[in-house]
C-alpha cells in the first residue's frame, strides 16, 4: 500500500499563499492533486497543510485534506504528522513536491516502481545533469553514486572533481546526475529520520537527506527523464506557462 502526501504550507517565506494561486484557471494544488491522481499506482492521496483555507480548498474540488502544525522544518516532517493521524496503515509515503503544477503521473510511477521488494529505506529520483549550467548550479543537488544506485553523497557543489579537465567540458567527461522530485519512505524508516537531529553536513549544505545519509540510511535513487518545474517565486508561474502552452484550465 502505497499513500500520496502533498505537503502545502501557506506561509512560505518567498511566495505566501503559493498553493492557491492561480494557474490558468485552477490553483496549484489542485493541479498537483489531479495529477497525482492519475498516478496508477498510489491507494491514496492527501494534502497536509497548516492553513484552513487550504485545506477547505482541497475538500471543495473533491481531495483530501489533513491538518497539521505550524512548527514543520521539512515536508518530511509534515508527512509523519499526517500519516500517524490516518486509521490505515501504509507501506510506503511518497512525499509529492506541492509546488509542482504539472508533475507526470508517470513520474510517480517510476518512483514506486523501485519500492515493490519492500527492502527500500527510502528513494528519490535523478536525471543526467545535461549542460555545463545545470552542473554549477548551486540550487540543483548533485549526487554521488554506489554500484546499486544508492546515494553515497549529494551535494550543490559539482562532485566529483575532475582533475586536469576544463570545468567547461567535465559534463562530456564524466556522467553526472542530479536529484529531481520526490521522496518516497518505508513507513518505520520515516519515522526513524524525523526523530533525527540536524547533522552537521546538512547544515553544511542545507539538504536534509545528508541527515539521513550521515546517519547511516540508504538512499535508492531511481533513473528519470521528466524534469522538475517548480514555483518558487511569483516569476516563476509565467515561465512555466510557457513550457506548457497546452495546459487546459
Known amino acids: 500500500m502505497i499513500i500520496g502526501i502533498i505537503p502545502a504550507r501557506f506561509a512560505s517565506t518567498r511566495f505566501p499563499g503559493k498553493p492557491l494561486i492561480d494557474i490558468n484557471g485552477k490553483s496549484m494544488i489542485q493541479r498537483v492533486y489531479e495529477q497525482s491522481a492519475?498516478?496508477?499506482?498510489?491507494?491514496?492521496?492527501?494534502?497536509?497543510t497548516e492553513d484552513k483555507q487550504i485545506a477547505d480548498h482541497v475538500i471543495g474540488f473533491g481531495g483530501e485534506a489533513v491538518m497539521t502544525g505550524e512548527h514543520h522544518a521539512s515536508g518530511t516532517d509534515r508527512c509523519f504528522e499526517a500519516l500517524g493521524k490516518l486509521k490505515e496503515s501504509y507501506q510506503y509515503i511518497i512525499n509529492i513536491q506541492g509546488d509542482?503544477?504539472?508533475?507526470?503521473?508517470?513520474?510517480?510511477?517510476?518512483?514506486?516502481?523501485?519500492?515493490?521488494?519492500?527492502?527500500?529505506?527510502?528513494?528519490?529520483?535523478?536525471?543526467?545533469?545535461?549542460n555545463e549550467s545545470?552542473?554549477?548550479?548551486?540550487?540543483?543537488?548533485?549526487?554521488?553514486?554506489?554500484?546499486?544506485?544508492?546515494?553515497i553523497y549529494f551535494s550543490r557543489a559539482a562532485i566529483p572533481y575532475l582533475r586536469n579537465v576544463d570545468?567547461?567540458?567535465?559534463?562530456?567527461?564524466?556522467?553526472?546526475?542530479?536529484q529531481v522530485g520526490m521522496?518516497?519512505?518505508?513507513?518505520?524508516?520515516?519515522?526513524?529520520?524525523?526523530q533525527l537531529p540536524v547533522s552537521s553536513l546538512e547544515?553544511?549544505?542545507?539538504?536534509?537527506?545528508?541527515?539521513?545519509?550521515?546517519?547511516?540510511?540508504?538512499?535508492?535513487?531511481?533513473?528519470?527523464?521528466?524534469?522538475?518545474?517548480?514555483v518558487d517565486v511569483p516569476e516563476d508561474v509565467e515561465r512555466i506557462l510557457k513550457l506548457k502552452k497546452d495546459i487546459q484550465p
Open 38 to 48: 492519475k498516478s496508477r499506482s498510489l491507494n491514496r492521496i492527501i494534502v497536509a
Open 183 to 194: 521522496y518516497a519512505y518505508r513507513n518505520d524508516i520515516l519515522k526513524k529520520i524525523t
Open 134 to 151: 545545470e552542473l554549477f548550479d548551486a540550487g540543483e543537488a548533485k549526487i554521488i553514486l554506489n554500484k546499486n544506485n544508492e546515494a
Open 100 to 130: 509542482e503544477p504539472f508533475i507526470e503521473p508517470e513520474q510517480i510511477d517510476e518512483l514506486a516502481e523501485a519500492l515493490k521488494n519492500g527492502d527500500i529505506e527510502i528513494a528519490t529520483q535523478m536525471i543526467a545533469v545535461k
Open 203 to 230: 547544515k553544511a549544505e542545507s539538504l536534509e537527506q545528508l541527515r539521513w545519509l550521515q546517519n547511516g540510511f540508504k538512499i535508492k535513487c531511481v533513473l528519470t527523464e521528466y524534469e522538475s518545474h517548480c
Open 167 to 178: 570545468q567547461k567540458e567535465w559534463h562530456t567527461h564524466h556522467l553526472y546526475y542530479r
